[in-house]
């Protein structure tokens, strides 16, 4: 049951930052034009979930590309157009199929409150908080090499969240969206086969843990499904991603990484023994990332795949 409520939580939050991002509405706006609004989302979200398990880590991900390049925009929900490759077609995309939850949430909740996100647009009676966040008109398959790959060092990973004003705590904390997730064997592959003239699998790794990553992930002829859950309750939000970071199992050398590093390690090993420490920072550094670069200029998209 426990579980449970704190995957329910989770999912809000999320579907709270995603509506966030996508601009179209604004938190406080929502308090008195649609209160039923951040429900409806939940529940799309949650609904969609029970139906598909891929759809949380999916979406947090999303989330997390979406902030990273051109700042939390929405322009990772664009389509490509002829002429242009949008950057939900860009290089690493594999694991962002779950678009179509966002499109069902906002098609019920233009159902429910059909003058909200219409009204957004001309400014009506309870649009008195300035600051709605709008959506941005560029999406570039191209950018998404500015997002940081699963090989870079500690220092690197401190400079690529600095730039968009996240700190070592907030890189450490969100690093724990982790706690869902899969990934392809090509992102860690170099870890485990010839990794240097000394070892070959990188020695940071857990030896048991190392053959069992070998196994599934072959040099070659392996299936393109194959890979690996990046923590071992994958279905489950919890801590356990930093447990296993401190017992030598963490499948990236990012996340093996920051437990090599004095100004992450303990931090790490702190979200592992606290739990409920992980959850409050996490939620601090999820509105935190909500916040990156945010559009106060710019237009309400009407339909989430087009700009007007
Ligand atoms: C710290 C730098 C990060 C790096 C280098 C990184 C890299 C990656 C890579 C390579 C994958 C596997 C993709 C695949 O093979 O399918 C992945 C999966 C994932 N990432 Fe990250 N990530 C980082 C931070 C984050 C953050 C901040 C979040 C969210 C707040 C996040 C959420 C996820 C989720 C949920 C998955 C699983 C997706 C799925 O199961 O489909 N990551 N990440
Ligand atoms: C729940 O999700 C399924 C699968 O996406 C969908 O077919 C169904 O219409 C959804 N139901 C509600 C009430 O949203
Ligand atoms: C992901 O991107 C690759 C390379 O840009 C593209 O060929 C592929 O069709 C895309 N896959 C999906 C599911 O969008
Ligand atoms: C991290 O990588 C960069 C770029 O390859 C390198 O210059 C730097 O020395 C590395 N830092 C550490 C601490 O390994
Ligand atoms: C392993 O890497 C070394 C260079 O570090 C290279 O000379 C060798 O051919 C590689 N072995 C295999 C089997 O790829
Ligand atoms: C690759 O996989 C196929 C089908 O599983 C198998 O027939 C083939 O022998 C494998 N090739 C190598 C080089 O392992």
Redesign the pocket.
């Known amino acids: 049951m426990a579980a449970q409520s704190t995957k329910t939580l989770f999912l809000i939050l999320l579907s709270i930052a995603i509506m966030r991002a996508q601009g179209a509405l604004n938190v406080h706006y929502y308090d008195q034009s649609c209160p039923q609004a951040e429900y409806i989302v939940a529940k799309t979200v949650l609904n969609a979930s029970i139906y598909d398990p891929?759809v949380?880590?999916?979406l947090?991900?999303m989330?997390?590309h979406d902030c990273?390049i051109r700042g939390c925009d929405a322009s990772i929900l664009l389509d490509s157009t002829p002429g242009n490759k949008a950057e939900k077609d860009g290089p690493?995309n594999?694991?962002?199929r779950s678009f179509y939850v966002i499109d069902d949430a906002k098609a019920k909740l233009e159902k429910a409150c059909p003058q909200t996100v219409s009204c957004a647009d001309t400014g009506g009676p309870y649009w008195k908080v300035p600051k709605g966040r709008k959506d941005g008109r560029v999406s570039k398959a191209s950018d998404t090499t500015n997002?940081?790959?699963?090989?870079?060092n500690t220092t690197q990973?401190i400079q690529?969240?600095a730039n968009r004003g996240l700190n070592i705590k907030d890189?450490v904390a969100?690093?724990?969206?982790?706690?869902?997730?899969?990934?392809?064997?090509?992102?860690?592959v170099a870890r485990i086969h010839n990794f240097s003239k000394l070892h070959d699998i990188d020695p940071s790794i857990n030896a048991e843990f190392g053959s069992m990553l070998k196994k599934k992930c072959p040099r070659s002829n392996r299936s393109g499904d194959a890979?690996q859950?990046?923590d071992s309750t994958?279905s489950k939000f919890d801590n356990n991603y930093y447990k296993q970071i401190v017992a030598g199992k963490g499948v990236?050398t990012?996340?093996q990484g920051m437990y090599h590093d004095q100004r992450t390690r303990s931090i790490i090993q702190a979200f592992a023994k606290d739990q409920s420490l992980f959850f409050r920072e996490f939620v601090a550094?999820?509105i935190k990332?909500g916040n990156v670069g945010v559009k106060e200029v710019g237009e309400v998209r009407l339909n989430c795949k087009r700009i007007n």
């Open positions: 891929k949380p880590p999916r947090l991900r989330f997390f990273f690493p594999i694991s962002i997002l940081p790959p699963p090989t870079l990973l690529s969240f890189l969100l690093s724990g969206a982790h706690t869902l997730g899969f990934s392809h064997c090509s992102s860690f890979g859950f990046l994958s990236f990012t996340d550094s999820m990332l």
